[in-house]
């Protein structure tokens, strides 16, 4: 429980070190050139894995509940997007797992009631496919930022809803 | 003593200087994050199995409602003259004007990366990094009225249709009814377009970057979003007193249901606080919307 009973949020103690005031300017460069290069490298892998993407299913379904998605990696907008079913997991009643990442980094997804996927990044509309949902996400990335792999939560170190190893029942 | 939160256009300059000046100290304690991480873990979609307390169900506004409440108590810690302010976005539509201004939230992030580069909480001025963000950036980002695929605020005939339907949220109490007052305002839609995201869902979709994620907290006009929505439980239950509209399901979904389990009924309690939806449906002892 990450707020008390008054309402003061709990380990307030903490993060005192104040805020960090050493040079924005030169960090965003930093991470900007970063970006870059690591987008550059991705632009020269993009012949091979663009390829192992599998071609959709022929009639184009109208709901999502009846996607029927497959693997995808490819190069979408300079970003290496990543989607893969997990079998290591299980494929349950409601599904299977599946393991979406970002030029490598995890994106975490969310499946809603109706089919349909939403991401962490954007959290309040929903895509058909995951790949849908993914390329979205890209969409909303500025230059040069990559995904964070968010801290523990306050619910024992995990998020309330994230399933099991970032994956989500599909 | 009943406290008033106001319309932010109606704030004084004073008033409007202790808000932001209340905002970043608690940032700087690091309580401020707290709310952050509290956001993102208590968002479950519909779609998986577990508790909804927060999003996609009826407790939406409950939950947000005692969440409010939270970071005012601990804004007042700092300065016991702050309430929350409430941003009327079927009126105030501008993206230059209030809440958007150099004193208050800063305004739109630039085109290059999305930054917020004005204001008290742009990153250059050292006292809002995101620490709790998505990306890695660092810098709070916005994308107001979405530049690349333009959207517009929801219109008070929208909030106004939401507002009309006198049956606080129905079955299956998720993000898939068409009917009750909850996720009329909550705003989910089926489609993929930008039409079907409405009111609460359609200001975090034009407020953008931050706010479009699971961190939205992070960009503070989140607080004055919410309550405005938290206005518009309190114009409902008056709206519809006659009818005597409360907050539903009034009894936990039955033995067999698919909701069993995942939504939270009138008395049954919201974590992570244990208070219930009927101890937040009256507030009129704590705050008044003026």
């Known amino acids: 429980m990450a707020v008390s009973a008054d309402g003061a949020p709990v380990g307030a103690e903490r993060g005192t070190e104040g805020p960090e005031r050493s040079g924005p300017e030169r960090r965003t460069w930093w991470v900007i050139r970063r970006g870059l290069l690591a987008s550059a490298a991705a632009l020269v892998l993009a012949p091979v894995v663009g390829a192992s993407r599998a071609p959709r299913p022929e009639g184009d379904p109208e709901g999502p509940e009846d996607t029927a998605e497959s693997a995808f990696d490819e190069i979408y907008r300079g970003r290496r997007i990543q989607g893969t079913a997990l079998p290591d997991d299980g494929c349950g009643a409601e599904g299977c797992a599946w393991q979406v990442t970002v030029d490598g980094h995890p994106l975490h997804l969310m499946r809603r009631a109706d089919g349909s996927w939403l991401t962490m990044v954007d959290h309040y509309s929903s895509y058909r496919t995951s790949l849908e949902a993914t390329r979205a996400a890209v969409d909303e990335l500025g230059p040069g930022q990559r995904l964070r792999d968010l801290a523990p939560g306050p619910l024992g170190g995990r998020y309330a809803h994230m399933g099991e190893h970032h994956g989500v029942r599909a | ?290």
């Open chain 2, 1 to 290: 003593m009943v406290y008033v939160r106001k319309d932010v256009s109606r704030l004084t300059r004073d008033e409007r200087r202790r808000f932001v000046n209340a905002l970043l100290e608690i940032k700087w304690r690091g309580v401020y994050d707290e709310f952050v991480r509290l956001h993102i873990a208590y968002y479950t979609s519909d779609g998986e199995t577990g508790l909804r307390a927060a999003h996609m169900g009826p407790s939406f506004l409950p939950w947000h409602r005692r969440f409010l409440l939270d970071l005012e108590g601990a804004l007042q810690r700092v300065d016991p003259s702050v309430t929350v302010p409430y941003w009327d976005w079927t009126r105030d539509r501008s993206k230059t004007a209030m809440p958007w201004t150099d004193d208050l939230l800063g305004g739109n992030g630039r085109s290059l990366d999305r930054q917020v580069v004005t204001g008290p909480f742009a990153y250059g001025q050292g006292y809002w990094p995101i620490r709790e963000g998505i990306t890695d950036g660092g810098f709070l980002t916005r994308d107001l009225g979405r530049a690349g695929d333009p959207i517009v605020l929801p219109t008070k005939k929208e909030l106004q249709a939401a507002l009309a339907d006198p049956v606080y949220d129905t079955s299956p109490w998720d993000s898939t009814c068409t009917k009750g007052f909850r996720n009329k305002l909550e705003g989910w839609g089926t489609g993929k377009d930008n039409v079907a995201w409405r009111n609460h869902n359609r200001v975090h979709r034009w407020v953008g970057g931050a706010m479009l994620g699971g961190a939205s907290v992070n960009d503070p006009v989140f607080w004055l979003h919410h309550a405005f929505v938290d206005l518009q439980w309190t114009r409902w239950q008056r709206r519809h007193k006659k009818k005597g509209a409360r907050y539903l399901p009034a009894d936990p979904p039955g033995p067999g249901s698919e909701q069993r389990g995942r939504i939270i009924a009138r008395h049954e309690r919201m974590p992570p606080w244990g208070v219930t939806p009927d101890e937040m449906e009256d507030v009129s002892r704590i705050y008044r919307y003026a």
